[in-house]
């Protein structure tokens, strides 16, 4: 038996030696082993330990389970088929999102996932992802058209119909009976809510959406053309004429006159009711959006206010007799107002000391002159115990007597 052992060491042996003789190269030589070991399987142990099999057996060996990872353009591809999934079914419904309040948080909670994954696209921007960058723009633009109708929807929903005042009589000399006339108030501490809180709270999420998105104008501009309407059809009701065609600079002074204790009631709702209403309700809806505040408030409310104060101009610009120096001071006290009582006096009771003793002697020097009434009736339209009256009623931000 151990002779026979003996012999195939021998053999083996001999065997390695043709292969290295053989084989130019190591690779030559363990091709040589593989064919000897494919005839005898007593050669197969020496096809093991050559170095090509050890080669193979350090090659580690691919777990099946794992699956290769995504490459990262792959990745954004696979989110921004799912978000378009998402956000097409809500951009391309016939039915308000915001009629229910599970869809549009929803919406907006896919446009968040699209405003994110855009900001993460755009940190990797480069000529690969450029195709992605555009499908993304699309799909952001189309989102940013739906929100923006949302939001002309909330704002018609909730805001007061506005009438058109153009065709009507009042507005054309057709008669004074027809003009819109608001009720008076007794006081002026007043705000105005004109939307709801809740659809506020809509048109806020709608806004960051829209400015984050990068159409904060477009968001603005749509909620000024709305709130304008509002603003122009509350001072049409306030019962101001409209100016003459040739403006008011090019009106008489009893046509002006006219018009003054009608332009300060007016004055005193517009600047102490209705404008600090409307700023308060464009920081609400752009809340924490502090310069859209600022733009909404201006494009909504500052071509009214320069349209109504055209007026004071005018009456600033005519000749000023003493009569008009009185309806000038009516006009530019009309929206002063002194909350403490105790400066209110003071300041009354300096005017009078200043104003009163001065008219009065004016009184006496015009009634001792000759042709009296004749200076009374031009100069003097007011009485020492008019001027008084008036003085009395300043810094109230209250109804008067004219």
Same mark, same amino acid.
């Not at 088929?81 to 999102?97: G, H, K, M, P, T």
């Not at 940190?123 to 499908?135: F, G, H, I, M």
């Not at 320069?306 to 101009?313: K, Q, R, V, Y």
């Not at 009184?363 to 008019?386: I, M, P, T």
């Given at each position: 038996?151990?002779?026979?052992?003996?012999?195939?060491?021998?053999?083996?042996?001999?065997?390695?030696?043709?292969?290295?003789?053989?084989?130019?190269?190591?690779?030559?030589?363990?091709?040589?082993?593989?064919?000897?070991?494919?005839?005898?399987?007593?050669?197969?142990?020496?096809?093991?330990?050559?170095?090509?099999?050890?080669?193979?057996?350090?090659?580690?060996?691919?777990?099946?389970?794992?699956?290769?990872?995504?490459?990262?353009?792959?990745?954004?591809?696979?989110?921004?088929?799912?978000?378009?999934?998402?956000?097409?079914?809500?951009?391309?419904?016939?039915?308000?999102?915001?009629?229910?309040?599970?869809?549009?948080?929803?919406?907006?909670?896919?446009?968040?996932?699209?405003?994110?994954?855009?900001?993460?696209?755009?940190?990797?921007?480069?000529?690969?992802?450029?195709?992605?960058?555009?499908?993304?723009?699309?799909?952001?633009?189309?989102?940013?058209?739906?929100?923006?109708?949302?939001?002309?929807?909330?704002?018609?929903?909730?805001?007061?119909?506005?009438?058109?005042?153009?065709?009507?009589?009042?507005?054309?000399?057709?008669?004074?009976?027809?003009?819109?006339?608001?009720?008076?108030?007794?006081?002026?501490?007043?705000?105005?809510?004109?939307?709801?809180?809740?659809?506020?709270?809509?048109?806020?999420?709608?806004?960051?959406?829209?400015?984050?998105?990068?159409?904060?104008?477009?968001?603005?501009?749509?909620?000024?053309?709305?709130?304008?309407?509002?603003?122009?059809?509350?001072?049409?009701?306030?019962?101001?004429?409209?100016?003459?065609?040739?403006?008011?600079?090019?009106?008489?002074?009893?046509?002006?006159?006219?018009?003054?204790?009608?332009?300060?009631?007016?004055?005193?709702?517009?600047?102490?009711?209705?404008?600090?209403?409307?700023? &308060? %309700?464009?920081?609400?809806?752009? +809340?924490?959006?502090?310069?859209?505040?600022? =733009?909404?408030? $201006? !494009?909504?409310? @500052?071509?009214?206010?320069?349209?109504?104060?055209?007026?004071?101009?005018?009456?600033?610009?005519?000749?000023?007799?003493?009569?008009?120096?009185?309806?000038?001071?009516?006009?530019?006290?009309?929206?002063?107002?002194?909350?403490?009582?105790?400066?209110?006096?003071?300041?009354?009771?300096?005017?009078?000391?200043?104003?009163?003793?001065?008219?009065?002697?004016?009184?006496? &020097? %015009?009634?001792?002159?000759?042709? +009296?009434?004749?200076?009374?009736?031009?100069? =003097?339209?007011? $009485? !020492?115990?008019? @001027?008084?009256?008036?003085?009395?009623?300043?810094?109230?931000?209250?109804?008067?007597?004219?």
């Amino acid at each position: 038996m151990e002779d026979v052992e003996d012999g195939e060491e021998k053999l083996i042996a001999a065997v390695r030696h043709i292969a290295k003789s053989l084989g130019r190269t190591q690779t030559m030589a363990d091709d040589i082993l593989q064919v000897f070991s494919s005839f005898d399987n007593r050669f197969f142990a020496l096809d093991k330990t050559s170095d090509r099999h050890q080669r193979r057996r350090d090659v580690p060996t691919a777990d099946p389970r794992q699956s290769p990872s995504p490459s990262p353009l792959a990745s954004f591809d696979r989110t921004l088929r799912a978000l378009e999934c998402q956000v097409v079914r809500f951009v391309d419904s016939n039915r308000l999102i915001w009629s229910d309040s599970a869809d549009a948080a929803a919406f907006l909670e896919a446009i968040d996932d699209l405003l994110d994954t855009a900001t993460d696209l755009n940190n990797q921007a480069s000529p690969a992802t450029k195709p992605l960058l555009d499908r993304m723009d699309h799909l952001l633009r189309r989102c940013v058209l739906r929100l923006d109708e949302e939001f002309r929807a909330v704002i018609e929903s909730t805001q007061p119909p506005v009438e058109d005042y153009d065709n009507d009589d009042a507005y054309h000399g057709g008669g004074e009976e027809h003009i819109p006339v608001a009720n008076p108030v007794d006081t002026y501490e007043i705000i105005i809510d004109a939307l709801p809180p809740g659809s506020v709270a809509d048109l806020n999420d709608i806004a960051h959406r829209m400015v984050a998105a990068g159409f904060g104008r477009e968001c603005v501009e749509t909620y000024a053309d709305f709130r304008r309407s509002f603003v122009e059809e509350s001072v049409a009701r306030l019962g101001l004429r409209p100016p003459p065609a040739d403006g008011f600079l090019a009106a008489a002074w009893d046509e002006i006159e006219e018009e003054i204790p009608r332009w300060i009631e007016a004055a005193r709702m517009v600047f102490l009711i209705l404008i600090p209403s409307e700023r &308060r %309700l464009c920081e609400r809806v752009f +809340a924490s959006l502090p310069a859209y505040a600022d =733009l909404a408030f $201006s !494009v909504t409310c @500052v071509p009214v206010a320069s349209d109504f104060l055209s007026f004071g101009a005018a009456v600033a610009s005519v000749d000023q007799g003493p009569e008009r120096l009185f309806g000038l001071l009516d006009m530019t006290q009309g929206s002063w107002v002194a909350m403490d009582e105790q400066m209110r006096a003071e300041l009354r009771g300096g005017i009078a000391e200043a104003v009163l003793p001065a008219y009065r002697n004016l009184v006496a &020097r %015009l009634r001792q002159a000759g042709d +009296a009434r004749w200076l009374l009736d031009r100069y =003097l339209k007011y $009485s !020492v115990e008019d @001027v008084e009256a008036r003085i009395n009623e300043l810094f109230e931000g209250g109804r008067r007597s004219q």
